[in-house]
């Protein structure tokens, strides 16, 4: 194909997008387009976009001010804005910014490559957010997996229909769809001939994986995945505790490749804060989950999200999230303060809560949660842990352990850093190590955000 121009994809939010910014590459590359990670050089600017919270939002309109601005001083650029904010703006995106040419939705990527054409011979302002059934057909192109890469998201899942209250996922993703299996098992293989050693499966809830299309279950998919030779790794994201089954747990503690490590996000410890965010269990059954997969998987990390200062939530009600964190002892937590988000019921309740009370229940979290974390990577002193080697690493440490000044210049060349089964980062000492090998790492030391090893 013919060198068309320079292409420029800026992503923000989760996973799934950095999956759907892989996918959007593979359209432009099959145009004509090559990557670049200059914005001043590109030819085509994509912002693939994330509405998960105010913040996240904000940051995708303040990219395409920038962008604007370029596109005034280089008229023959494509502007496109793509995801979950198009999706939930269409037209509203074209006021704040008449430049952009495409407003991509969600399900629109099968319509990309026709939009950028139909721009090319003079139109603009064009938005697409159709739903649609079909969305699976676009895949990310697995030639472009790079020497060092080592690990790769696949979506094997699109949309919710949980609709917490708060979230705006329901609205912006669509209905709940799953992909085929072959369609998954098939990529994965790609993926593995291009070197891949480890693939973390996405769904908002994977452990629906399957139901409404009367398909295998995800437990089943994880053993087909299990089955690819040279895939090392599965990993999975994300769990919704009212629909996780022994099938699964079993699944994590027979299922080799199977890292032990559960994200099973809970959001709050109070019951009457949960029920007002319907995520249809309680503290109790959420603790019951959590005593079952400790017994069947002695050792697996576990990780939540939690949302502080929900609409009405009270000082109390706080303390009873602090207190499942205590019973729990998660790995680690991903908490946020609560997003008023369109559409979404809870932005419509009463109770709202002062920003800086949020933040200091934020920050007090944060505070409880630094504690077990260290705690968690303290256990796994003395112990030989298998290691996926990712590179070199960024940190440089003495040899005993001590992290001194983080990101410098000089990289040691023999300090390399992987990621246990756990996902606890490890910076070790070594030569002749190879990103992408498992090797056994004997855990010297624990810090509250990596741990130090030996070979
Ligand atoms: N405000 C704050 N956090 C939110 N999340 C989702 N919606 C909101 C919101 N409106 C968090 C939840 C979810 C994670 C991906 O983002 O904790 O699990
Ligand atoms: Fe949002 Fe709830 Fe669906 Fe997760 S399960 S994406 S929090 S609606």
Redesign the pocket.
Known sequence: MKFKGWAYIYTIGCQMNVYDSAKLLSVLKFLGYSETKSLEEADIVVCNTCTIRHKAQEKAYSFLGRLSKLKKKKPHLISVIAGCVAQQDGEKSLKRLPEIDIVLGTQSFSRFAELIDQVKSGRSNIVDIEPRETIFEVMPDASDVNQNEISRFVTIMQG?E???TY?V??YVRGKEKSRRPEAIIEEIEQLCKYGIQEVTLLG??VNSYGIKENDISFAKLLKRVSSIDSMKRIRFA?S?PKDLSDELIYAIRDLEKVCFHLHL?VQSGSDRILKRMNRGYTQKTYLEMITKLKKECPNIAISTDLITGFPSETREEFQETLNLMKAVEFDSVYAFSYSDRPITPAMKFDGKIDEAEKLSRLNELFELQKFYTEKNNKKLIGKIEPVLVEGKSKKKMKVEGEPVKEFQNIINTTQMMGRTESNKIVHFQGCNIRPGMVIDVRIENAYPHSLWGIV
């Open positions: 919710c949980n609709f917490c979230c996922v329901p908002q809830n994300t919704h996000p």
